[in-house]
């Protein structure tokens, strides 16, 4: 079993920043790949980023691409988003997952944390 926290989240202008964390703990971190995901009310969940285990690559979904950056810092177990220019549509609740590959399908990700909200006022 993998447990995942997110943190992070808040309200922020247009244009501003944030980053979001998310700590692992159970099994081995490093073991899995990790990806972004997030749900606006009314809509599905989608997908935003993905890392592989060690980090030597990443993935993003067209509308976050130069924007948000995925990274990793397996010593302390920590996932990362890096959101920048930051926009209305960007609102959803943010989570994160571990799973087998670091793709767009949530399906090969067997551990999701609980959600961070973030709200971009316009």
């Known amino acids: 079993q993998v447990q995942l926290v997110e943190s992070g989240g808040g309200l922020v202008q247009a244009g501003g920043s944030l980053r979001l964390s998310c700590t692992a703990s159970g099994r081995t971190f490093s073991n899995y790949a990790m990806g972004w995901f997030r749900q606006a009310p009314g809509k599905e969940r989608e997908f935003v980023a993905a890392i592989s285990r060690i980090g030597e690559s990443t993935y993003y979904a067209d509308s976050v691409k130069g924007r948000f950056s995925i990274s990793r810092d397996n010593a302390k177990n920590t996932l990362y988003l890096q959101m920048n220019s930051l926009k209305p549509d960007d609102t959803a609740v943010y989570y994160c997952?571990?799973?087998?590959?670091?793709?767009?399908?949530?399906?090969?990700?067997?551990?999701w944390g609980q959600g961070t909200q973030v709200t971009v006022s316009s």
């Open positions: 997952a571990a799973g087998r590959l670091p793709i767009s399908n949530p399906t090969v990700y067997d551990y």
